[in-house]
């Protein structure tokens, strides 16, 4: 179905789905007005590319204006068609699928562009949680800004807030790194780069890659407050919190656990400055993995002392002061 930008549909069009309009025409109760506002007028849903989040896990996590939008797509666009096919069959929603992912998205992209310049609807989902999160979408919404179509985002679950804001760690200020690198001397320098950031730093992790990805942090990064937070929304939801020392000790002898998880790190404390033995133990562990530039950088953002002290005391270590 093509439609001119600006153009309105009616609440029930030829295909029979209703729309947004009539939700909001639902939640304009009076007893929902603050007492002499104007009553709402129902809303169209524009045509625009809409970023749409989907639950993490609980089923029931997805808002009424995410379902009216999907309900009102021309198409909706996913990493994988089984499993946006589940999440509408739970809603009684039918709307054409389209896969968009890594593998096809070069393919995919231009005619999805092309969809909104006739004026579709077109929703972008991800398997779970937030597109664009270390899913695909990022580049599909910039070729939308740079051509001035409309985009607009129905907010939801997300995995890095959602762990974030149960680890009891600081959330006025943090930083989501996504995944680390799967080697461990990449995962050590992308490490020491986000050590002197003062914020809880977020991660995605595999749970294969938990326990020695937990270890590299306390390497580089010192003993830091962390939390591991796994299979959240969902029945067995469990947030484990603990020095990262300790957490990646645990997780070592347990082997790794079961589900999806997401780790965050507490910012470096403004912490005394450590022992000779304890610096030297820190540069150790560093300088296993990192050039003495690299190592000194991070001992030196962990520990707060100053970056010439740090790298004297390595290049002397390293044999070669
Ligand atoms: N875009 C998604 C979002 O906004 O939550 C994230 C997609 S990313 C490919 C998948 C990663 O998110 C998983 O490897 C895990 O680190 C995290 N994740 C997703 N669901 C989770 C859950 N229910 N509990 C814990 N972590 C989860």
Do not use: W
């Amino acid at each position: 179905m093509s439609r001119r930008r600006g153009e309105s549909r009616t609440d029930a069009d030829k295909t029979g789905r209703t729309h947004a309009s009539s939700l909001a025409r639902n939640g304009d109760e009076p007893s929902q007005r603050g007492a002499g506002s104007k009553p709402q007028q129902p809303r169209e849903i524009a045509p625009a590319l809409y970023l749409v989040a989907t639950p993490i896990g609980n089923a029931e996590d997805i808002t009424l204006r995410a379902l009216a939008t999907l309900r009102a797509a021309d198409v909706i666009a996913c990493e994988d068609t089984r499993v946006t096919a589940k999440l509408l069959a739970r809603h009684g929603i039918e709307r054409p699928l389209l896969a968009y992912h890594d593998h096809n998205a070069e393919r995919m992209r231009p005619l999805l562009l092309e969809r909104l310049r006739r004026g579709e609807i077109v929703a972008l989902v991800s398997d779970a949680g937030t597109p664009l999160v270390s899913d695909p979408g990022f580049k599909l919404v910039r070729a939308a800004v740079a051509e001035g179509l409309a985009v607009g985002t129905l907010p939801g679950p997300s995995a890095a807030l959602a762990a974030l804001v149960l680890s009891g760690l600081p959330s006025d200020r943090f930083l989501f790194a996504g995944f680390l690198p799967a080697k461990q001397a990449g995962r050590r320098t992308a490490l020491a780069e986000l050590a002197p950031v003062r914020a809880s730093l977020v991660f995605f992790e595999s749970a294969p890659r938990l326990a020695e990805s937990l270890a590299d942090m306390a390497a580089v990064l010192g003993d830091r407050p962390a939390a591991v937070a796994r299979e959240l929304t969902k029945l067995y939801e469990e947030v484990r919190r603990g020095g990262l020392s300790e957490l990646a000790a645990r997780y070592a002898g347990e082997g790794p656990p079961r589900g999806e998880l997401v780790v965050v790190v507490g910012p470096p404390a403004e912490a005394p400055a450590p022992s000779a033995e304890a610096l030297d133990r820190q540069l150790e562990a560093a300088l296993a993995s990192m050039s003495v530039k690299d190592a000194s950088a991070a001992v030196a953002a962990a520990t707060g002392l100053s970056r010439r002290e740090v790298y004297a005391r390595a290049l002397l270590l390293a044999g070669r002061g």
